[in-house]
């Protein structure tokens, strides 16, 4: 028994000393307040993305920051440009296998952004094409386990996308009061 009782006394000094060491690293810590004096679009920001390079994305209401540790670039929807961000009212980001970073906007529907070409591709609501996105207020993406992302807007629902065939399909899911959630498991793109 007092074996075990120095092994113990022992594993936890060497524990104590390990959180002695780590402290000061801890008071270190240094932290920089980007504005937009800086160059930062506006300073209330709705999302945020570090992607696989190590840039910061800041999303706001008045366009997509980027950041590379020392400047900042702001995109902004340009008029007449195709290829410019579809709306200044960023709600959220994300990044995918291929390197791209996908934009929710608010009101401007989907973007994905090539960082190579530093061009935007724009997925909007169009009431003729049943194969668009059903809203342009689109507020969180997720991508599941088969690479199929999933879109779900302020108003609209849910949306499945294949970003290999750029197809949408609309999934409805309302809540109904005593009845399990519909499954996606046989959902099948158009």
Known sequence: MKYIFKITCIFLFFQSTLVVYGQPALQQMKFARLTPKDGLSQNTINCVLQDKRGVLWFGTADG???????QLRTYKTELGNQNSL???YVLCLYEDSAGYIWIGTYGGGLNKFDPNTEEFTRYQH?????????????RSIYEDDQGMFWLSMYRGGVDMFD???E?????????APGKPAPSATGAKLI
């Open 167 to 175: 197809k949408f399909k609309f999934i409805p899911y309302q809540f």
């Open 163 to 165: 970003p290999k065939t």
């Open 126 to 138: 169009r009431k003729a094409d049943s194969t668009s996105i059903t809203s342009n207020d689109v």
């Open 64 to 70: 997509l920051s980027k950041y590379e540790g020392y």
């Open 86 to 88: 579809s709306n200044n």
